[in-house]
């Protein structure tokens, strides 16, 4: 058993409702707002630039999750994003991103988990509900066991640490949480075919209720471990302190099975044009 973490440099945090105390809007312009006494925070991108933000605290292993309703009516070309990240030239990465599409036509999720700088690990996916219309859940699990994806609650993507050099897993650099709204028409809606439509700027997208139950690094380079669910901090429930530990459970794998059945658009895992030398070495693991 790995020695319990310096409560120094990590601290078990649970960040809720006012985005002011665990956030900052960090480009824009004024293009993103804190709204209703921070209960809100709005991303706009127009023809001159996006915007975006990040939360103050670096976190090396947590559970993650914010409420987000995207850009609705047309969104081709624009991206909203909900990640995390690391810093350097060789970060490491956990992504959501939102592809926009025509009116009427069904955004695409699109995740990936980056490590060392080193990426390609895509998996995309259509939603069971109109993103635009409500809020919604999302959520990232990053523990030393599993990375697993959620929306609202059902996990779409699970990502294992095999324990192994052959299948690189983000353990030791601290990731901050980031949102934005950015144009990425050359790329994000069939391929960079269809174009941003600047007549429809400004693009908004909105987010609130960001939940960090996560070890909470205050030296982003320092080298430490987080390892074992209990901390000094006696609020947290028991249900809190399980993410360290937390794998899929049964349930949940049939959920997971679910979508992937009904709603998956692309897997790297089965695109053998783009590997054909063979598959990476986590799509064979069993």
Request: with cysteine.
């Amino acid at each position: 058993m790995v020695a319990l973490f310096s409560m120094m440099m990590l601290g078990v945090g649970l960040c809720v409702s006012d985005l002011h105390k665990s956030i900052d809007i960090t480009w824009g312009n004024g293009r993103a707002q804190m709204l209703n006494n921070g209960q809100v925070l709005t991303v706009s991108l127009d023809a001159a630039s996006g915007s975006g933000f990040r939360s103050k605290d670096h976190y090396l292993f947590g559970h993650f999750q914010i409420q987000l309703k995207l850009v609705s009516g047309n969104s081709a070309g624009t991206v909203t994003s909900f990640y995390l990240q690391s810093e350097g030239s060789t970060w490491d990465e956990i992504d959501f991103e939102f592809l926009g599409n025509l009116t009427g036509k069904p955004y695409i999720l699109h995740t990936n988990v980056i490590t060392q700088g080193k990426g390609s690990r895509e998996q995309q996916f259509y939603l069971w509900f109109d993103p635009t219309a409500d809020f919604h859940t999302y959520s990232i699990l990053w523990n030393p066991l599993c990375i697993i994806l959620y929306v609202d609650g059902i996990p779409i993507r699970e990502f294992k640490n095999y324990g192994s050099r052959n299948v690189p897993f983000p353990l030791k650099q601290a990731m901050r949480m980031y949102g934005s709204l950015w144009d990425a028409e050359d790329w994000a809606t069939r391929g960079g075919l269809v174009k941003t439509n600047w007549s429809a700027a400004p693009f908004t997208a909105s987010f609130r209720n960001f939940i960090a139950n996560a070890c909470v690094q205050s030296i982003p380079s320092a080298a430490s471990s987080c390892t074992h669910p209990h901390s000094n901090n006696n609020n947290n429930s028991d249900n809190e302190k399980t993410w360290i530990t937390q794998r899929l459970k049964r349930y949940e794998v049939d959920k997971l099975n679910w979508v992937h059945r009904n709603f998956m658009v692309y897997n790297y895992c089965s695109d053998l044009k783009r590997f054909p030398h063979g598959l990476p070495p986590e799509c064979t693991v069993k």
